[in-house]
Each structure stands twice: as C-alpha cells, then as structure tokens.
T-cell receptor
C-alpha cells in the first residue's frame, strides 16, 4: 500500500502482559516516529528513527517501552509488563526527510491498546 | 509542558459559513507549523502548513495565518462543509513536532 500501515488495529492486554506493535512506513521514508495519543489529547512524541538508528528516545515514558527498526524499514514498539496507564492509541508516522526538515509527517491509523 | 495549545475543545459552525480554529504556542524556536485533520479511527492527515518566514498560506478553502509576535496561528475554512467535521490538530516543529490537544469541528447542514 501507499500509506503507513500499523498492526494490529486493536489490542487488548491483561495488566502485566507484553505487547508488540508493528509499523510499516511508506517505502523509502528515512524518518520514522512513534507517538502516543491518550484520550482527548494530541499525539505525544515517544521516539525517532533515522533509517535503522534510534536517534531520540527521550519521549519513552519508562524502561518498559522500547522500539527497534533493525533494517531501516519496519519498526516494532514493544511494551513490557503493561500497565493500565499504557492504554492509548499508538501512532506511527514517517517522512521522506530528516527530522527538523520542514515537511509533514504521514501517519498510520494507529493501534488502540487497552490494558485491563 | 504544553508548548502547543488549542484552547477550544469544540467548535460548531453552519454549513457555508467560516470556521476559524485557533492555536497558540510558547516556544519561539518553532519554525514550521501544520494543521492535521483526524476522522474517528483514522490517523491524523496532513492538511496545510506554513513556514515561519510567511504569515499566510492558502490552499483552496483552507488558509493558515501565522502571527509570530503573538505566537498564534489560525486555520480558516471557507466555506465550511459537513465533510469538514473532524478533529483538527495544530502542530509546531523545529526539531521535534509537538501537537495541540485538538479542536472538534462540527459543520451543521
């Protein structure tokens, strides 16, 4: 497809479970971002990749969160030992340019995570 | 810290009239500003942007105005259509892209 693809669309996890969220960016896009969107809020930055390099992970809320993009295309956001406060929509976005270039991000439809 | 603020959570407008959505920011380092539109169960979709060297950018029915001295931008939609009903996010960038909390626009037929 031409857009950013995320899977699964919905995920329900019991508290304490580990989850893995996948993002398939637009082909050839060098920049990949993960955002977390809580209900009624705007997207909050989590982490940034330039190709396979994770250049910024300052937004990850705890060491239970980590992300990877080993071959510079598909990325996975993993959350260990999920907590109720992790419930949110996780958005992936990509761009053909480096972060800081004046260009819009292209978002996927997100994964809605509900932790029970 | 909320560096990008949208103080109106909702706005209701009659079809054919102008919709004005507002956004304020605090960080003077921001040099690129965007508006995104979001429908339920979809990701945000880019709508229009403006660089800090401009004060206006127009694309069809959509115009974004930037007032750097007031650290304020606005999105005008003229004429508003029912299909414009969505949540609109303001975003600002200089390295990171920061988003406001969104304004839900309802355009009534």
């Amino acid at each position: 497809g031409a857009g950013v693809s995320q899977s699964p669309r919905y995920k329900v996890a019991k508290r304490g479970q580990d989850v893995a969220l996948r993002c398939d960016p637009i082909s050839g896009h060098v920049s990949l971002f993960w955002y977390q969107q809580a209900l009624g809020q705007g997207p909050e930055f989590l982490t940034y990749f330039q190709n396979e390099a994770q250049l910024d992970k300052s937004g990850l809320p705890s060491d239970r969160f980590f992300a990877e993009r080993p071959e510079g295309s598909v990325s996975t956001l993993k959350i260990q030992r999920t907590q109720q406060e992790d419930s949110a929509v996780y958005l992936c976005a990509s761009s053909s340019l480096d972060r800081g270039s004046n260009s819009p991000l292209h978002f996927g439809n997100g994964t809605r995570l509900t932790v029970t | 810290d909320q560096q990008v603020k949208q103080n109106s959570p909702s706005l209701s407008v009659q079809e054919g009239r102008i919709s004005i959505l507002n956004c304020d920011y605090t960080n003077s380092m921001f040099d690129y500003f965007l508006w995104y539109k979001k429908y339920p169960a979809e990701g945000p979709t880019f709508l229009i942007s403006i660089s800090s060297i401009k004060d206006k950018n127009e694309d069809g029915r959509f115009t974004v105005f930037l007032n750097k001295s007031a650290k304020h931008l606005s999105l005008h939609i003229v004429p508003s259509q029912p299909g414009d009903s969505a949540v609109y996010f303001c975003a600002a960038s200089y390295n990171d892209m920061r988003f406001g909390a969104g304004t839900r626009l309802t355009v009534k037929p």
